[in-house]
């Protein structure tokens, strides 16, 4: 099997002619990919100059058109996979509630500002900024006796401010917590909250089945990496979703953001693990704290525990900071954003509403997984 790669038409050099054994050296650098090359015959006329780059999209080019070539007979031929845009497509009324922020009619600053809080101090501290839109509470900051009255209190207040109010589910969701969920749905279905935010399947199931007018939004964590991906869960009438921590700005781009928010600020989960560091260090005492975990190069690793769902979690010893990419993000057709508050005192919510972080990272948003 043969294939043909071709660059543009050499010119002539001005200094230096191209050297044949560099030629061969740098066509050779194959480096981690499949393929090595047994022998490289080259064939330079005199005083031809070619630059390095081209070179090496020579010997990529190449590499890539003869995997293809290899592959072909193994790709699919299904009418299914024709028109993969058909997949693609979103539900007419997540395209016109995303709609409303191009005229500016519902919002003058064209688009959404949401803040998610873990515990109460946090809201206490949130509420007094007017800049956010939409409140998500977070599911374990209520205690279970009391949780539909608090919470009802919690909407009522918000509301009254013209704040949207979202409860935010657990991450990890055990078959207690969801016979309690079960027990409280009917009663919870009559406070008017706009919806909830999920972070797992079976919580996903539950919302859908259990409520009557609830959005759903998925969290990070629900994965929709692709326009595939998102449709699919769309399809199932999810409201919105929340673009992966993962990706970065280029696959950000490429994406079908409509419906979609980012999260531009907050303390990245590294892990949930079931194993508690605080019972291991400290005994079980069922109380909420938070320990640091050092690594080699001395830097400290929140870890929170979850008492009632019984579970850590490990957050990066940085915060993500975006703000200053939002003008970006919205030409990429992202309209809602969102400040994720897990650990952070009301000094340091101050600090971040302040834009007065000393410390933070981009995340993923630069160099994305590797």
Same mark, same amino acid.
């Given at each position: 099997?043969?294939?043909?790669?071709?660059?543009?038409?050499?010119?002539?050099?001005?200094?230096?002619?191209?050297?044949?054994?560099?030629?061969?050296?740098?066509?050779?650098?194959?480096?981690?990919?499949?393929?090595?090359?047994?022998?490289?015959?080259?064939?330079?006329?005199?005083?031809?100059?070619?630059?390095?780059?081209?070179?090496?999209?020579?010997?990529?080019?190449?590499?890539?058109?003869?995997?293809?070539?290899?592959?072909?007979?193994?790709?699919?031929?299904?009418?299914?996979?024709?028109?993969?845009?058909?997949?693609?497509?979103?539900?007419?009324?997540?395209?016109?509630?995303?709609?409303?922020?191009?005229?500016?009619?519902?919002?003058?600053?064209?688009?959404?500002?949401?803040?998610?809080?873990?515990?109460?101090?946090?809201?206490?501290?949130?509420?007094?900024?007017?800049?956010?839109?939409?409140?998500?509470?977070?599911?374990?900051?209520?205690?279970?006796?009391?949780?539909?009255?608090?919470?009802?209190?919690?909407?009522?207040?918000?509301?009254?401010?013209?704040?949207?109010?979202?409860?935010?589910?657990?991450?990890?969701?055990?078959?207690?917590?969801?016979?309690?969920?079960?027990?409280?749905?009917?009663?919870?279905?009559?406070?008017?909250?706009?919806?909830?935010?999920?972070?797992?399947?079976?919580?996903?199931?539950?919302?859908?089945?259990?409520?009557? #007018?609830?959005?759903?939004?998925?969290?990070?964590?629900?994965?929709?990496?692709?326009?595939?991906?998102?449709?699919?869960?769309?399809?199932?009438?999810?409201?919105?979703?929340?673009?992966?921590?993962?990706?970065?700005?280029?696959?950000?781009?490429?994406?079908?953001?409509?419906?979609?928010?980012?999260?531009?600020? #907050?303390?990245?989960?590294?892990?949930?693990?079931?194993?508690?560091?605080?019972?291991?260090?400290? #005994?079980?005492?069922?109380?909420?704290?938070?320990?640091?975990?050092?690594?080699?190069?001395?830097?400290?690793?929140?870890?929170?525990?979850?008492?009632?769902?019984?579970?850590?979690?490990?957050?990066?010893?940085?915060?993500?900071?975006?703000?200053?990419?939002?003008?970006?993000?919205?030409?990429?057709?992202?309209?809602?954003?969102?400040?994720?508050?897990?650990?952070?005192?009301?000094?340091?919510?101050?600090?971040?509403?302040?834009?007065?972080?000393?410390?933070?990272?981009? #995340?993923?948003?630069?160099?994305?997984?590797?």
């Amino acid at each position: 099997m043969t294939y043909k790669a071709s660059i543009e038409p050499v010119s002539a050099a001005l200094k230096a002619p191209l050297d044949k054994k560099a030629a061969i050296d740098r066509i050779n650098k194959t480096g981690d990919t499949d393929f090595e090359f047994s022998h490289i015959k080259a064939q330079i006329g005199e005083n031809v100059f070619v630059p390095n780059g081209a070179l090496n999209k020579l010997r990529r080019d190449a590499i890539s058109g003869l995997c293809d070539k290899l592959l072909k007979k193994y790709y699919r031929n299904d009418a299914r996979y024709a028109d993969i845009s058909s997949m693609c497509e979103l539900p007419e009324h997540v395209v016109k509630s995303d709609a409303v922020h191009e005229d500016g009619a519902v919002n003058a600053k064209d688009y959404t500002a949401i803040c998610s809080c873990m515990t109460r101090t946090q809201l206490d501290t949130l509420i007094s900024y007017d800049c956010f839109d939409v409140f998500y509470l977070d599911f374990d900051m209520y205690d279970r006796n009391t949780l539909i009255q608090q919470f009802a209190d919690d909407v009522k207040c918000l509301t009254k401010r013209n704040k949207k109010v979202y409860l935010m589910l657990p991450t990890i969701f055990r078959a207690d917590s969801s016979d309690y969920f079960v027990s409280i749905a009917k009663e919870l279905d009559k406070v008017s909250f706009e919806g909830f935010v999920v972070k797992n399947y079976e919580e996903l199931y539950l919302t859908e089945n259990l409520f009557t #007018g609830k959005k759903v939004i998925l969290d990070h964590n629900m994965y929709t990496f692709n326009d595939v991906s998102k449709s699919a869960f769309f399809e199932h009438g999810v409201s919105g979703d929340t673009v992966p921590l993962e990706l970065n700005s280029r696959e950000i781009m490429h994406r079908n953001n409509i419906g979609s928010q980012m999260i531009v600020y #907050g303390y990245y989960p590294l892990m949930t693990t079931a194993n508690c560091v605080h019972k291991n260090t400290k #005994g079980c005492d069922k109380k909420q704290k938070l320990i640091y975990l050092k690594d080699r190069y001395n830097k400290s690793f929140a870890v929170c525990n979850n008492c009632k769902e019984c579970y850590n979690t490990i957050y990066n010893s940085l915060p993500t900071m975006l703000t200053k990419n939002i003008g970006k993000l919205k030409e990429a057709g992202i309209r809602s954003f969102r400040y994720s508050f897990t650990i952070e005192t009301p000094k340091q919510i101050k600090a971040v509403m302040d834009d007065k972080v000393a410390e933070y990272t981009n #995340g993923h948003y630069k160099r994305g997984v590797e």
